[in-house]
């Protein structure tokens, strides 16, 4: 990670020299800054129950119903690394999760802290 780079979750991060967000894996540039990073990434619409199969026959089995919840796996179209995962009702837009003030990054009047070297 340079300097110009702010981690923002485990495997995304925000370049602040071209204002992008990039796999902190592979750096594969997914998208501006100025945009929801989700948009950028591969997703996998999964039915629920592939994850989470019935318990029981009948109406209580304790599988989720697909027709009431969708799992969103979001996957980097560079490396294949999993960045996010969220459950969604089906028809739901993708969730808009991080919204950085990226003027005040850039101003320097953002709420940085200072890491230490590696």
């Given at each position: 990670m340079s300097t110009d780079t702010v981690?923002?979750?485990?495997?995304?991060e925000l370049d602040l020299?071209?204002?992008?967000?990039?796999?902190v894996r592979?750096?594969?540039v997914i998208g501006s800054a100025h945009?929801?990073?989700?948009?950028?990434?591969?997703?996998?619409?999964?039915?629920p129950r592939t994850i989470?199969?019935?318990?029981?026959?009948?109406a209580h089995s304790f599988a989720p119903d697909p027709t009431w919840c969708r799992i969103v796996e979001y996957y980097c179209p560079g490396c294949g690394v999993q960045m996010e995962t969220e459950y969604l009702p089906p028809?739901?837009?993708l969730a808009h999760d991080i919204q950085i003030d990226i003027d005040a990054?850039?101003?320097?009047?953002?709420?940085r802290t200072e890491?230490?070297?590696n």
């Open positions: 981690r923002i979750t485990e495997y995304l020299t071209n204002v992008t967000w990039n796999c592979c750096s594969h945009e929801n990073y989700k948009h950028g990434l591969k997703l996998y619409d999964r039915d989470y199969p019935a318990r029981f026959e009948g028809g739901h837009p990054l850039l101003s320097g009047t953002g709420n890491r230490p070297a």
